[in-house]
C-alpha cells in the first residue's frame, strides 16, 4: 500500500526520553499501569507521541499532555469492560463528578484522573477551563455512540462517521492543547474551527489507513475504510484508495484554509502562524508515529 506524506517538518522534544520514563513512574504510583497492561503502554511509547506533536513544550506541560495521554487509554480500556448500558452511564457519572463534585471513588482511573485534573487546571488556569471540559466531555459522552454501533454491529455513513469521530477519537482534546504547549496568546476558536476539524479528519482517516488490518481483525465498525466499503458495496481495496483520495483532498484543504487563515488575520499575523504551525507538528507527529508503531 503506497501512503503519501505530508510535507511537514518532524521534529522530537529534548526531554522525550526522560517523559516517557515518567509517565509509567506516575501511572504505576496511581495503580492505573500495571502487569496486565505495561507491554501493551510501553509499546504505545506515549512520551515519545507527546514530544512529536508539541517539540516546544516545556517540561511540565509536556508531562501533563503525556499522562493525558496515559488517561486516555486507561478510559478506552474501562470501557471495552463495559457489558450493558448501565455500567456504561454509571462509569460516565462517575467521570463527571472528577469535574464537578468532590465524590469520592474507588475506581483507580478516576482517582488518577482527578489527581491529572486538580495539577492541569492549577497550570492552564480559569480561562481555558470551560473551553477544556468542552471538548474532554464531548469525548466522554461520545462513547456511547462507538459502545453502540459496536454493540448493534452498525457501520455508520460515512459523514456521520467524519463528525462524530472527531470528538469520540479524542483528537479535539489534543488540538485544544496548543495554545497551552505552546505559550500562544488565546485564540478564538470560532477563528480555526475549519481548520481544527480538517486537522482531525487527517489525523482519523490517516490512522483508518495505516490501521485497516488491526480494525478489520477487532470487528472495528467506524474506520473510514469500512464504512467506504459497506455503503457503496465496493471491494475493499477500491475503498482504501477512496479513503487515500479523500485524506490527500483534507491535507490540499488544510493547506488552503492555513493561508486563507493568515491573509484574514495580518494584523496578528506571527500568532495565527505559531499556531497552524503547531497543527501541522500534531498531525505530522501522529502519522509519524503510527509509522513508528507498525514498522518495531
Same mark, same amino acid.
Given at each position: 500500500?503506497?501512503?503519501?506524506?505530508?510535507?511537514?517538518?518532524?521534529?522530537? =522534544? !529534548?526531554?522525550?526520553?526522560?517523559?516517557? /520514563? /515518567?509517565?509509567?513512574?506516575?501511572?504505576?504510583?496511581?495503580?492505573?499501569?500495571?502487569?496486565? !497492561?505495561?507491554?501493551?503502554?510501553?509499546?504505545?511509547?506515549?512520551?515519545?507521541?507527546?514530544?512529536?506533536?508539541?517539540?516546544?513544550?516545556?517540561?511540565?506541560?509536556?508531562?501533563?499532555?503525556?499522562?493525558?495521554?496515559?488517561? &486516555?487509554?486507561?478510559?478506552?480500556? !474501562?470501557?471495552?469492560?463495559?457489558?450493558?448500558? &448501565?455500567?456504561?452511564?454509571?462509569?460516565?457519572?462517575?467521570?463527571?463528578?472528577?469535574?464537578?463534585?468532590?465524590? =469520592?471513588?474507588?475506581?483507580?482511573?478516576?482517582?488518577?484522573?482527578?489527581?491529572?485534573?486538580? /495539577?492541569?487546571?492549577?497550570?492552564?488556569?480559569?480561562?481555558?477551563?470551560? =473551553?477544556?471540559?468542552?471538548?474532554?466531555?464531548?469525548?466522554?459522552?461520545?462513547?456511547?455512540?462507538?459502545?453502540?454501533?459496536?454493540?448493534?454491529?452498525?457501520?455508520?455513513?460515512?459523514?456521520?462517521?467524519?463528525?462524530? /469521530?472527531?470528538?469520540?477519537?479524542?483528537?479535539?482534546?489534543?488540538?485544544?492543547?496548543?495554545?497551552?504547549?505552546?505559550?500562544?496568546?488565546?485564540?478564538?476558536?470560532?477563528?480555526?474551527?475549519?481548520?481544527?476539524?480538517?486537522?482531525?479528519?487527517?489525523?482519523?482517516?490517516?490512522?483508518?489507513?495505516?490501521?485497516?488490518?488491526?480494525?478489520?481483525?477487532?470487528? &472495528?465498525?467506524?474506520?473510514?475504510?469500512?464504512?467506504?466499503?459497506?455503503?457503496?458495496?465496493?471491494?475493499?481495496?477500491?475503498?482504501?484508495?477512496?479513503?487515500?483520495?479523500?485524506?490527500?483532498?483534507?491535507?490540499?484543504?488544510?493547506?488552503?484554509?492555513?493561508?486563507?487563515?493568515?491573509?484574514?488575520?495580518?494584523?496578528?499575523?506571527?500568532?495565527?502562524?505559531?499556531?497552524?504551525?503547531?497543527?501541522?507538528?500534531?498531525?505530522?507527529? =501522529?502519522?509519524?508515529?503510527?509509522?513508528?508503531?507498525?514498522?518495531?
Amino acid at each position: 500500500m503506497e501512503l503519501h506524506y505530508l510535507n511537514f517538518s518532524t521534529e522530537m =522534544h !529534548n526531554n522525550a526520553d526522560e517523559i516517557n /520514563r /515518567r509517565i509509567f513512574d506516575w501511572g504505576e504510583m496511581k495503580k492505573i499501569v500495571n502487569q496486565n !497492561n505495561y507491554k501493551k503502554i510501553s509499546e504505545l511509547k506515549l512520551g515519545y507521541l507527546s514530544s512529536v506533536m508539541y517539540p516546544h513544550a516545556s517540561f511540565l506541560n509536556l508531562s501533563l499532555i503525556t499522562e493525558y495521554l496515559l488517561i &486516555s487509554y486507561i478510559f478506552k480500556e !474501562n470501557l471495552i469492560k463495559i457489558e450493558n448500558v &448501565s455500567q456504561y452511564e454509571d462509569f460516565i457519572e462517575e467521570i463527571t463528578c472528577v469535574f464537578y463534585s468532590n465524590k =469520592h471513588s474507588d475506581n483507580y482511573f478516576v482517582s488518577a484522573l482527578k489527581d491529572w485534573w486538580k /495539577r492541569y487546571i492549577m497550570y492552564i488556569g480559569i480561562k481555558y477551563k470551560a =473551553h477544556f471540559l468542552y471538548h474532554f466531555m464531548s469525548y466522554v459522552y461520545s462513547q456511547y455512540w462507538k459502545y453502540h454501533n459496536k454493540k448493534n454491529k452498525r457501520i455508520p455513513p460515512v459523514k456521520e462517521s467524519q463528525v462524530k /469521530r472527531r470528538f469520540t477519537e479524542g483528537n479535539s482534546v489534543l488540538l485544544n492543547f496548543i495554545d497551552i504547549a505552546n505559550h500562544n496568546p488565546y485564540i478564538p476558536k470560532k477563528e480555526v474551527n475549519i481548520l481544527m476539524n480538517i486537522a482531525n479528519d487527517i489525523v482519523n482517516w490517516q490512522k483508518d489507513i495505516l490501521f485497516l488490518e488491526d480494525d478489520l481483525a477487532k470487528g &472495528s465498525t467506524n474506520n473510514l475504510v469500512i464504512c467506504i466499503h459497506h455503503h457503496n458495496q465496493i471491494p475493499m481495496h477500491q475503498a482504501l484508495e477512496r479513503s487515500i483520495g479523500m485524506r490527500d483532498l483534507q491535507v490540499d484543504k488544510f493547506l488552503k484554509e492555513e493561508e486563507k487563515l493568515i491573509l484574514k488575520n495580518q494584523s496578528n499575523e506571527f500568532d495565527y502562524k505559531v499556531f497552524t504551525s503547531s497543527l501541522r507538528k500534531i498531525i505530522q507527529g =501522529h502519522l509519524y508515529w503510527g509509522e513508528e508503531l507498525l514498522t518495531n
